[in-house]
Nanobody, 123 residues
Framework: QAQLVESGGGLVQAGGSLRLSCAAS????????MGWFRQAPEKEREFVAG????????DYASSVKGRFTISRDSAKNTVYLQMNSLKSEDTAVYYC????????????????WGQGTQVTVSS
């Protein structure tokens, strides 16, 4: 069973950058598509970015396209989310998730979730 642990969250000023990491355990990591989601207070969890098992395909929410970059390092069993030009509306708890198959923007299609890491952007 895969386990996911996020790190890298924190407090940053608007316009700044953060890089989130998601470390995955287990040999199945290389077979899983990975996604980043976020959930702000009193809002539903939403898709942010996803990457295929091979790393050859990525997808982004329109709200982060051009500012965020998802990548993965199979040797380290880690997926990253580089966040640049952060805005106050990016404030949320960020979760990584894993699923067999293609990248999906639907939360219910993911099999494994991390515990989340808080990102706070001050304006």
């Amino acid at each position: 069973q895969a386990q996911l642990v996020e790190s890298g969250g924190g407090l940053v000023q608007a316009g700044g950058s953060l890089r989130l990491s998601c470390a995955a355990s287990g040999r199945m990591f290389s077979s899983y598509a990975m996604g980043w989601f976020r959930q702000a207070p009193e809002k539903e969890r939403e898709f942010v970015a996803g990457i295929s098992w091979s790393g050859g395909s990525t997808d982004y929410a329109s709200s982060v396209k051009g500012r965020f970059t998802i990548s993965r390092d199979s040797a380290k069993n880690t997926v990253y989310l580089q966040m640049n030009s952060l805005k106050s509306e990016d404030t949320a708890v960020y979760y990584c998730a894993a699923r067999l198959g293609r990248v999906s923007a639907t939360t219910t299609r993911y099999d494994y979730w991390g515990q989340g890491t808080q990102v706070t952007v001050s304006s």
